[in-house]
């Protein structure tokens, strides 16, 4: 996640209109969205936009919304988040477990749990992260239940980030823990910690009920 560049961005976009007027379009049902809860924004490949609702998943090309939903494959239609791997597939994580977008096909998976976020890491492992834990869906297709492994692991997790040196960490309602090659887990919290971020500068971003804490990694040789 490009911190900078999107500062930049606003930066720009604000210096552009006059003060006091920050432009803005609203889409709601009139405009084609099937609801007006969005549960999640998504930007793809392609600059298409991706909505996630209690209606389906909304592709905006710009123009008009095509709707995905239970009629047309997804396993439900609560659509919590929305990501792409680097072959362009694309992932629903719903109330009832995966969809997966593939060649103008849908697919699914895991169909028994819910899940409320996808992360997606640099050898194209998809994380799927739920009410029970963490589900692995690695680059050959095999599915890994990391709490059937290591009975350590928390169990609602919200978010997960990894380092230069690929160590992964876990913000859950448990706190804070650190994932050491997909064994070794350590809770360096109690408290309940909901989003975790790693930085260009290699910074990590963790949000806690007490409010946000940022840890500089670089000085820190096992953190």
């Keep these: 996640m490009a911190l ?4 930049n961005y606003l930066t720009v976009l604000q210096e552009t209109y006059q003060p006091g007027i920050f432009p803005f379009v609203f889409y709601g049902t009139k405009e084609g969205l099937p609801q007006e809860d969005i549960l999640a924004i998504f930007q793809d ?9 209690h209606a389906g998943a909304v592709k905006y090309n ?3 919304m095509t709707i995905l939903n239970k009629e047309k494959g997804l396993s439900s ?3 919590f988040d929305i990501a792409q791997d680097a072959e362009g597939t694309m992932f629903f994580a719903t109330l009832k477990g995966i969809s997966i977008l593939e060649d103008n096909e849908i697919s699914n998976i895991l169909s028994e749990n819910s899940f409320r976020n996808i992360f997606i890491d640099i050898k194209n492992n998809k994380w799927f992260l739920g009410d029970n834990g963490i589900a692995i869906y690695s680059f050959d297709r095999k599915i890994n239940f990391l709490n059937k492994q290591n009975l350590n692991m928390p169990i609602n997790v919200y978010a997960v980030a990894k380092n230069r040196e690929e160590i992964t960490y876990i913000a859950s309602k448990e706190g804070l823990y650190i994932l050491d090659n997909e064994s070794n887990v350590t809770r ?5 910690c909901y989003y975790v971020l790693v930085d260009e500068e290699n910074q990590l971003w963790v949000s806690t009920i007490n409010g946000v804490y940022l840890i500089n990694l670089s000085n820190y040789k096992n953190v």
């Excluded at 490949?45 to 609702?53: C, I």
């Design 45 to 53: 490949k392609d600059n298409y936009m991706w909505y996630g609702t």
């Design 62 to 64: 710009g123009r008009e």
């Design 77 to 79: 239609n609560s659509v």
């Design 188 to 192: 360096v919290s109690n408290d309940p």
């Design 4 to 7: 900078k560049a999107t500062e």
